[in-house]
């Protein structure tokens, strides 16, 4: 146990660059997530992640470096990689304006919503990092809107990027006008109309 604890901790030491700092998290997730079967190498290499991914890491407060490396850890279990979980935790915080809790509900929530539909975890945070530019503009709602538009995509069996990529055909006016009129001819009849879809959510669209 002594030569595991030397090594893990001189691996976390080089890979963070702050020396025993983390020591005591590794200890502390490990001794309390050993039921999900995390133990220190799965604590390591979740503070590994974050420390890497998320900007002011270091920073936190024990409580809260602790809740998230163990959440961390635990989305890693499902296949989730703990950088990916550190980049999504600066999203919601510093871009959303979210706390720390509402940050890590939000990941349990896509992980929940995922798994319900059947989607990979690693996917579906993929998913959802690679549509922020599109759903930014709906500041805290968009994991909501996101979520919204994922069981679409699945419903109709496209990709998210698909299914966005045609929603965004109505940001401006001119694109709206005419998507609306080629939807409208398909369907037969004026069932759309353009300032609707161009003042329309994502989920709505």
Not at 79 to 93: E, S, V
């Amino acid at each position: 146990m002594a030569v595991q604890f030397d090594t893990t901790t001189a691996s976390l030491a080089a890979a963070t660059g702050q020396g025993t700092k983390y020591n005591d998290l590794m200890m502390d997730v490990s001794d309390n997530n050993r039921r999900f079967g995390i133990g220190m190498k799965e604590s390591s290499e979740a503070i590994q992640g974050l420390n890497d991914s998320m900007s002011g890491f270091v920073d936190l407060s024990d409580d809260v470096a602790g809740a998230m490396t163990a959440q961390a850890a635990q989305l890693s279990k499902l296949g989730l990689a703990a950088t990916t979980t550190g980049k999504l935790n600066d999203q919601f915080m510093k871009g959303m304006g979210m706390t720390s809790d509402q940050a890590m509900a939000v990941n349990n929530d896509l992980a929940r919503t995922a798994m319900g539909l059947g989607i990979p975890v690693a996917k579906m945070a993929g998913d959802f990092e690679a549509a922020l530019p599109q759903l930014a503009a709906w500041g805290s709602e968009a994991p909501k809107i996101f979520k919204k538009v994922a069981a679409a995509a699945k419903g109709l069996g496209v990709e998210m990027n698909t299914l966005l990529g045609f929603a965004s055909q109505f940001d401006t006016f001119e694109g709206s006008a005419t998507a609306v009129g080629k939807l409208n001819n398909i369907l037969g009849g004026d069932l759309l109309n353009s300032y609707d879809m161009l003042n329309a959510s994502e989920e709505e669209r």
